[in-house]
């Protein structure tokens, strides 16, 4: 077992161990999906609208060259300044040269996956620039020096007293200011605002860019995002390359199905569209009171072009919805950090390889069931299954898997191909297990299928085989084959 | 270094392109197309919108005519204690003569221009921080998600509708639309009619701790839509 895989397991087992994430886990997942069905039962076109949205999403991408072409002309006429970072390190070294260059030591920001998958606080904070995360409970995540337990419920391992206390001690509040949740919230509101008012920078990432008039799209529910973009003299927005959409009628099919997608929300609370900075005043007439007079936008690379050659580009379709995630069984019971890396769930099984390699995230495609619920619930329908079983062959082909497993595979074949051999093996093992089970269950798996009765029982094959019950009962002639 | 980085990219994404394996990705683009219809007066937007804003905390108010603004938004402000407002110019909110209405009711527009200097503009918007409510128009509304869209521009600043504890919008009913892709298929050049375009569902919310839906976490924790005929 490689060591990354090894992490892996230790982070599964300690996961399932967690009896407060279990049950936390069980409120959001289950939540959020029963919100997601309610959402969707209100639009009467679902349906043709997935189809439609994955039409545009597809042919985007198979421009994406174009559209990006497009997207840079568009956003430069209307005073932007857009960068090019082919990774991570180059997109960072770009962040850090235009806080350096303007003097900012104080920069707001608005969570955003990509931000986190190129380490920019770090890079920040390493350059002297003070970065503050402005949604509440990253706002806590950060004051605690914690890690986010969920993508869109980073707090939920904590209680209100918790927060408070934390509060107290790192923000001086006095106990009536943190005495229930809306006192909380108001004093975090108080706090954060200062920062905003003082903020030399805001930081945020980009759920949709618009090609034909350069325009970002951010959504949020607790308007930081607004703030993030619109108090500090400089914007800095971060996208992903393949976070665009052609149009803004494009953009308005998508926005009826992400936020469905992601709370079961009809839209959340700021659909935010910014296109350029501020604009000034003119000979025509006044300039915008308010706004960023510098607006960068830094595309980020890192990967995804790559990944776009090949057989898992249409993972490029997504829109980070999150809806795969609260979906999977195998989410609900082990989190967002067992995956490892920034995207949890299904589509990070097949992000996280795919931008960063098989090699540190092999385990990764294995931790599905398969079962395709993920793929039924996306909004762009992509066939996450179809994605997660060529990453699994790409690591059987690079001998990558555990080493029973790899000789177990050929065995398998060789017996299910040889139907006497199948069936007379296939009795026996029936009639061991029937023989060590107890009430219908068997509590212990020999050799490495013990991982499965670890958690679970296995129920004791029936005493006759689908064929033998099969022959016992289709009519002797004329029945189908 | 841009000029080499944005060509490595291109031609990475080009050669990409040869091999990608892409689903549903040929035959032309679809046109995304809203209903055709204008959008409606009919009772039954109106209600629809309703009922998804006030699901979401937000207050209606309707306004048998335009004339009846100023008491509203005057009630409204004193609810919330207020005494200064931040606000669109007056040529954007639909109601003439509404800013000396209101200053005989004792309610003073708070002015601003955040200057183009990072230490004045600092200042300048700590300076804007205790103001009570925002006043604005709106361009537009969504039925099916109880929201309404602003773009701001010169005279129709953001702060209004972000920055005081409660909001209050002056929205014409005949701009209700169904839906989101409505709005944007029919009328897209709202997207560059200034530097923002917002639409708001509601008052800022959080469930972050113990999953509690608590309001005004940053931006306004009241929300006032005024409709007027
Ligand atoms: S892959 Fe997952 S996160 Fe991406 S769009 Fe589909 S459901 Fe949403």
């Known amino acids: 077992m490689t060591e990354a895989s090894a992490r892996f397991h230790r982070s599964v087992a300690e996961a399932l161990a967690d009896p407060h994430l279990r049950q936390a886990l069980d409120r959001t997942t289950g939540r959020l999906a029963g919100g997601l069905a309610k959402a969707f039962a209100t639009i009467p076109d679902a349906g043709a609208l997935r189809d439609t949205a994955r039409r545009i999403r597809a042919h985007t991408i198979a421009h994406l060259d174009q559209h990006l072409d497009q997207f840079e002309r568009a956003a430069t006429a209307r005073g932007c300044h857009v960068h090019w970072a082919p990774t991570a390190a180059d997109a960072t070294r770009l962040v850090v040269d235009i806080a350096r260059a303007r003097g900012v030591s104080l920069a707001v920001k608005s969570k955003s996956m990509v931000t986190e998958e190129i380490e920019l606080n770090a890079a920040l904070g390493a350059a002297g620039v003070r970065v503050v995360e402005s949604d509440l409970g990253e706002f806590v995540v950060q004051l605690a020096d914690d890690r986010p337990s969920h993508i869109i419920a980073p707090i939920v391992h904590m209680s209100r007293d918790d927060v408070a206390r934390l509060f107290e001690d790192k923000l001086g509040a006095r106990p009536d200011e943190v005495a229930d949740i809306p006192a909380i919230t108001a004093f975090a509101r108080r706090t954060l605002r200062q920062e905003f008012l003082q903020a030399g920078m805001g930081i945020s990432g980009v759920n949709l860019a618009v090609a034909d008039t350069g325009s970002l799209c951010l959504v949020t529910n607790e308007g930081n995002g607004r703030l993030t973009t619109t108090l500090p003299r400089v914007h800095v927005a971060v996208m992903g390359l393949e976070r665009i959409v052609p149009t803004a009628a494009d953009l308005g099919v998508v926005l009826q199905l992400l936020a469905r997608s992601a709370t079961g929300q009809a839209l959340s609370v700021y659909t935010n569209i910014i296109t350029g900075p501020r604009r000034p005043a003119t000979s025509d007439g006044p300039g915008e009171p308010d706004g960023p007079d510098e607006l960068h936008i830094v595309v980020v690379d890192n990967g995804r072009s790559r990944l776009l050659g090949g057989e898992l580009a249409e993972i490029l379709y997504c829109v980070r919805c999150g809806a795969c995630l609260n979906i999977c069984p195998v989410y609900h019971h082990i989190g967002g950090h067992a995956y490892g890396g920034v995207y949890p769930g299904p589509v990070g099984s097949v992000v996280s390889p795919g931008l960063m390699g098989l090699d540190e995230w092999s385990e990764l495609p294995h931790a599905s069931s398969l079962c395709g619920a993920c793929r039924d619930v996306c909004p762009v329908r992509i066939d996450l299954p179809r994605l997660l079983l060529n990453l699994r062959a790409q690591t059987v082909a690079a001998r990558m898997g555990p080493a029973w497993l790899r000789i177990a595979m050929p065995l398998y074949a060789a017996i299910a191909t040889r139907p006497v051999l199948y069936r007379w093996l296939g009795s026996l093992a029936a009639r061991l297990s029937r023989m060590m089970g107890h009430d219908g269950w068997l509590d212990r798996l020999p050799g490495p299928l013990s991982a499965w009765t670890t958690e679970r029982d296995f129920p004791v094959p029936a005493p006759r085989s689908f064929v033998q019950e099969h022959h016992a009962h289709a009519p002797r002639a004329g029945g189908c084959e | ?229």
């Open chain 2, 1 to 229: 270094m841009s000029a080499a980085a944005r060509a490595q990219i291109f031609d990475s994404i080009r050669r990409g392109l040869v091999r990608a394996v892409l689903p549903d990705a040929a035959g032309s683009r679809p046109t995304p197309e809203g209903r055709s219809s204008p959008p409606s007066a009919s009772a039954d937007a109106l209600e629809a919108f309703t009922r998804a804003l006030t699901a979401l905390t937000g207050r209606v108010h309707r306004a048998a005519a335009v004339d009846m603004v100023p008491d509203l938004v005057a009630a409204i402000a004193h609810e919330h204690g207020a005494r200064g407002f931040l606000a669109w110019d007056e040529s954007h909110l639909g109601v003439p003569g509404l800013f000396a209405a209101l200053a005989s009711r004792g309610l003073e527009r708070v002015d601003y221009d955040l200057p183009f200097d990072a230490a004045s503009r600092e200042a300048h918007a700590l300076a804007l921080a205790g103001v009570g409510v925002g006043l604005t128009g709106a361009d537009a509304a969504i039925a099916d998600a109880g929201a309404i869209v602003l773009a701001h521009g010169p005279g129709r600043g953001r702060l209004a509708s972000l920055l005081p504890p409660a909001h209050i919008a002056v929205l014409s009913a005949r701009q209700i639309w169904p839906t989101m892709p409505d709005l944007l298929a029919a009328r897209p050049g709202l997207l560059d009619a200034g530097s923002n375009l917002v639409a708001i569902a509601g008052p800022s919310r959080t469930a972050d701790i113990e999953m509690t839906l608590t309001h005004g976490v940053h931006g306004p924790k009241y929300l006032h839509v005024i409709v007027v005929p």
